[in-house]
């Protein structure tokens, strides 16, 4: 079934450790984004990418890293966690700016 | 950056008719969105408006004024099925997509 896969579904993760959330599509889209959500707060652009070799940031993306080697694949990476990241992570694709967007199931993380 | 307002909770009766506003503040404008997501789920697109004016999907039905900044999303025959939070989203200029905080609309029996 095509659409997009995130993994891990859930996670606890100690302070100061290394995490990386996968995020893959197979609908061949270009552009594919990390949201945070936080209660009250909504969904929150961390980092975006529209095509295969390029990345930008969003709204809140200290503490965050992404890369985009191919056009499946969109991986975030947390390099030294902080419990301020604990948080419901979306990962999204869209076939072209402005297109509505897929979401994946989301991740759970919780940093302790 | 970009500004979205509407209404934190809603409440309304089965078979009533509820309209979530959404006010928006943005550098350029290129469309905005409404999403649906049900608890402990992820957001599905419900409808997008880019011109002025009432644009309907079965149900549900989306409206938006460029000139006021201003949208609303209108939910008819109201299902419990339809308990949901409702997400106002707005593409500026740059066609970054900013969601506002969410409407969590409860339908009661």
């Known amino acids: 079934i095509a659409g997009i896969t995130q993994a891990p579904t859930s996670q606890i993760l100690a302070a100061g450790r290394r995490m990386t959330l996968r995020c893959t599509q197979d609908m061949r889209h270009n552009a594919m984004y990390w949201y945070r959500q936080d209660l009250g707060l909504g969904l929150r652009l961390i980092h975006y990418s529209n095509t295969a070799g390029t990345t930008g940031k969003g709204e809140v993306p200290d503490g965050y890293s992404v890369s985009r080697a191919n056009t499946d694949d969109f991986p975030l990476t947390l390099a030294s966690a902080v419990p301020s990241q604990t948080s419901v992570y979306f990962c999204?694709?869209?076939?072209?700016?402005?297109?509505?967007?897929?979401f994946g199931n989301g991740t759970r993380l919780t940093v302790t | 950056g970009q500004n979205i307002d509407q209404p934190t909770e809603m409440t309304a009766t089965e078979g009533a008719i509820v309209q979530i506003n959404c006010t928006y503040q943005?550098?350029?404008?290129?469309?905005l969105f409404w999403y649906q997501q049900h608890a402990g789920e992820a957001p599905t697109f419900l409808s997008y408006?880019?011109?002025?004016g009432l644009e309907e999907k079965g149900r549900f039905s989306s409206f938006l004024s460029r000139s006021k900044g201003y949208s609303y999303l209108l939910l008819k025959e109201l299902q419990m099925k339809d308990s949901a939070s409702y997400l106002c989203a707005v593409t500026d200029g740059d066609y970054k997509l900013s969601f506002g905080a969410g409407t969590t609309v409860t339908v009661r029996a």
């Open positions: 408006n880019v011109l002025d």
């Open positions: 999204a694709s869209s076939p072209r700016n402005n297109s509505p967007l897929h």
């Open positions: 943005t550098s350029g404008f290129n469309g």
